[in-house]
Structures are given as structure tokens and as C-alpha cells.
């Protein structure tokens, strides 16, 4: 979708807002897959309440594109223009074991920041790509950690009263890869209050977690980890896996031969193929073993 109100791109400026005109998914998300559309940067993120209200009277349809890195898009021109939130220095401010992040931080980087400064807690989420307010929305976890565990307070922009607010983390919900914000909220900032641990053996967790992850996932090839949640009490990877699915593809896109529940764009697999894959391996599943796989992978498909 192209923006072409002249009066809602002449006010983007005055907002802290750049406009990528034409922007690939293909080139901002992990799978490497997705059509084009206009993206705003937003540089200034308390203008973002303005912003959303400036497209909402235009009737200009809008998502909000944090890391790319859990995301499954759809290909050719796309219906929505898309939000992005700037990069802001610091991304951290430490106030004794309290971590105030920026959600457009990158994880890992905030991870090994807090590390440095004896603050632990966060050591399996080493690994995990994208964004600190992605992993909050996902409550994304790894190895015993799961973020949601630290959040203490939220700031959020909340598209149903159109307003930043804060929320506190006992007002939050966190799950197995799910929260309570609702699918529009979109994350600003969060309070992590983290364990005092010597950097020595934060960074001692971190290897371990490097580790086991570099022997089981393929961290080096195109994809949006793992594409199913787990079953409780069941592994979606070991069941693809005992289906003797590893290596199957329809198109570039593959079950990856190192984890199955990894789908990988081997070359230039498109939504549709990917879409296909997900269908096929979640029919083998439910024929063997009775059970529907709900996928992890955020669809932004067939609108
Ligand atoms: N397994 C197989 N074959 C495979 C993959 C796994 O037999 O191809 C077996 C393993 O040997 C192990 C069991 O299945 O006995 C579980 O595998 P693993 O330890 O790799 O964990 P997982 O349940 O597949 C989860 C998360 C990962 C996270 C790891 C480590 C989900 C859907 N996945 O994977 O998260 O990194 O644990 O904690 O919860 C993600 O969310 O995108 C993700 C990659």
C-alpha cells in the first residue's frame, strides 16, 4: 500500500516519522519471504498515539513490524502500511536491578548488556532473535526462561483508547508463548527486574545455552524458528521428526534436517509454499497422532 494523502505525508515529519516508500518484507523479515508496502519509522515514539489517529481518519489500514523474526508474511503488494519503531540510545537505563528497555531493542544485545552489569536471569533467551517488545508480546522463552518472569511495568500504546499507557506486570498476563495484551497494543518500553549474578556465571549460563543451541537448531539458514508451539506434554519437533518429515519441502521451503519444527526458506520459497509446507506437515501430524498443531509463526497471510 502507497501513502498518498498529501496532508497526512506532510505531517509525518513534524512527528519524527521517515517513510520508506516500497519497503520488502522479503529483506526485513528472518523467512526472507514478503510483498512491499510503505513503512514508517517512527523516531519519536510519543507521537505514535498522533500517528495512529493521523491513519485511522485517512482509512489507511496499519500493522506495527517489530524484528521480523517470528513472521510469516504474504507476498506482492501489501494492504497495510507498516509501523516501525526507531532505535533509541540508551536502549537500556539500569537503576539498581531494575532494566528499563526499549521495546525496539535488540535481545541479545540487551541480554549480554544486563550480563555485563552482574544482572542475570535472561540467559536462555541468549539466542532468541528480534526485538526486547517482540519477546515481551510473545512472551518469548528458551531453556527455563521465559521474559514475561521479569516484566514488572509496561508502557504500551493501546489502539482501543488510542492512548500510551503503563501497565503493571501483575496486571499482565504471560503464558507458554502467549500474553494478555491485545493483538493492537503495541509495546513502547518495559521494566525488567532481574537477579543480581556475577557476569562470570551469567556468562558460564549463556555459553551453555549457545551451545545446545547451536548443536540442535540451524541458526545459519533462513527461518522463523520454531513454526508450531508445543503440545503440552508433547514436542512438535520430535513428532515431525519420528514422521520422517525432516528434508520435506514443498518448493524452497523445507523442514529443516537439523530441528523439524524449524521450516526453512532454502532459496526463494514464497508465502504460498511456506503456507503449503505448514498445511502438509500439520495434516501428517494430526492423521499419526490426533493431534492439530496451532502454529507459533505469526500469519500476516491471505488478508
Ligand atoms: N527433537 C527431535 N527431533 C527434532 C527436534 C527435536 O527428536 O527434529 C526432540 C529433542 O531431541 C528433544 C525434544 O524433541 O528431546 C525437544 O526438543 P528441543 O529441546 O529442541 O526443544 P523444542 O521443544 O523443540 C523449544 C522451543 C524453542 C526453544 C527450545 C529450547 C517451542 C515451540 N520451541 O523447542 O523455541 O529454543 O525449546 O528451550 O516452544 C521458538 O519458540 O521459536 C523456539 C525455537
Redesign the pocket.
Known amino acids: 500500500m502507497r501513502l498518498s494523502e498529501p496532508r497526512l505525508l506532510a505531517a509525518l515529519p513534524e512527528l519524527g516519522v521517515e517513510r520508506i516508500a516500497g519497503a520488502s518484507l522479503a529483506e526485513r523479515t528472518s523467512l526472507a519471504i514478503g510483498g512491499t508496502t510503505d513503512l514508517l519509522l517512527i523516531r519519536r515514539h510519543a507521537s505514535l498515539p498522533e500517528l495512529v489517529s493521523l491513519l485511522r481518519a485517512a482509512g489507511v489500514p496499519h500493522r506495527l513490524l517489530g524484528g521480523g523474526t ?1 513472521l510469516l508474511v504474504q507476498d506482492g503488494e501489501l494492504p497495510w502500511v507498516l509501523l516501525h519503531l526507531a532505535r533509541n540510545q540508551p536502549e537500556v537505563h539500569l537503576d539498581g536491578r531494575m532494566a528499563r528497555v526499549d521495546a525496539a531493542a535488540d535481545l541479545g544485545r540487551t541480554v549480554t548488556f544486563c550480563a555485563k552489569h552482574n544482572l542475570g536471569g535472561m540467559e ?1 533467551l541468549i ?2 532473535p528480534g526485538t526486547v517488545g517482540g519477546a515481551l508480546r510473545m512472551n ?5 526462561t521465559q521474559i514475561g518472569t521479569w516484566a514488572r511495568e509496561v508502557q504500551v500504546y493501546r489502539a482501543a483508547g488510542g492512548r500510551i499507557e503503563t501497565l503493571r506486570g501483575d496486571a499482565l498476563r504471560f503464558e ?2 502467549h500474553t494478555s495484551f491485545a493483538p493492537d497494543d503495541i509495546m513502547l518500553a518495559v521494566k525488567l527486574e532481574l537477579p543480581e549474578k556475577p557476569f562470570s556465571e551469567i556468562l558460564q549460563g549463556i555459553r551453555v545455552c549457545n551451545e ?2 547451536r548443536a ?2 540451524p541458526l545459519n539458514q533462513k527461518s ?3 513454526i ?3 503440545p503440552p506434554g508433547a ?4 513428532m ?3 514422521l520422517g518429515l ?1 528434508g520435506f519441502a514443498v518448493g524452497d521451503a523445507r523442514v ?1 534436517d ?5 521450516f526453512i526458506n532454502a532459496g526463494q520459497a514464497c508465502c504460498a509454499d511456506m503456507l503449503a509446507l505448514i498445511a502438509q506437515v500439520r495434516e501428517r501430524v494430526r492423521q499419526a497422532f490426533g493431534l492439530e498443531l496451532e502454529h ?2 505469526i500469519l500476516w497471510t491471505g488478508v
Do not use: L, P, T
Open positions: 517470528n536462555g539466542g532468541v518469548a522463552g528458551a531453556y527455563g507458554y508463548r545446545k543451541r540442535s537448531q522463523a524458528g520454531c508450531f508451539k508445543n514436542s512438535a519437533g520430535r515431525i521428526d519420528d525432516k529443516s537439523r530441528h523439524a519444527n524449524f507459533e509463526v
